[in-house]
Structures are given as structure tokens and as C-alpha cells.
């Protein structure tokens, strides 16, 4: 069993997550050619050793969560909450 440590519910079996992709920051819609949109959307990284992961907890809390774990072991290094978003107002 792999526990996955949610930060709002603690240690989770990993069954009670969904898996949401790499993190990584959306692109402007209104200024992003199409070769740049569909490389965000379908090209991935998915390197052997730690990587960054958004995370929804579906069964416990269902807030997303950001992970930090080793594709080779599942090892969770850290988790914590998505950054915030900046937003201006110009």
C-alpha cells in the first residue's frame, strides 16, 4: 500500500487520490501560439527520479494539493497546498 500524505487529511491510501498531471503553470490563452498551447497540454516530462504533481484528494477532503515524489519509489519528499494565483487588476 502506498500512503499519500494529504495536507489538510494526513497520511491517505493512495486508491482515495486522483492523479492531475504535472505541475506546471497554464499559459495565456490570448497570447500562446498553437504550437506552445498543445505542447502544454500533450507534452509531458516524465522523468525517473523527483518530480512536482498536482494531487485531488477525491474520497477525503476533495481539495487539489501539490506533491513532491520520486517516480522510481514513490517516495513523497513533501506536500502542500497549490500556490495561489496572481491576478492583477490592470
Known sequence: MILLPCPHCGPRNAS???YAGEASTRPDPNAT????????LYIKNNP?????EK???RTGCRRYFTAE???VTNEVRETRLPAARLESNS
Open 69 to 71: 515524489r520520486h517516480t
Open 55 to 57: 494531487w485531488f484528494h
Open 16 to 18: 482515495e487520490f486522483r
Open 33 to 40: 501560439t498553437p504550437e506552445e498551447w498543445r505542447a502544454y
Open 48 to 52: 525517473a527520479g523527483w518530480t512536482t
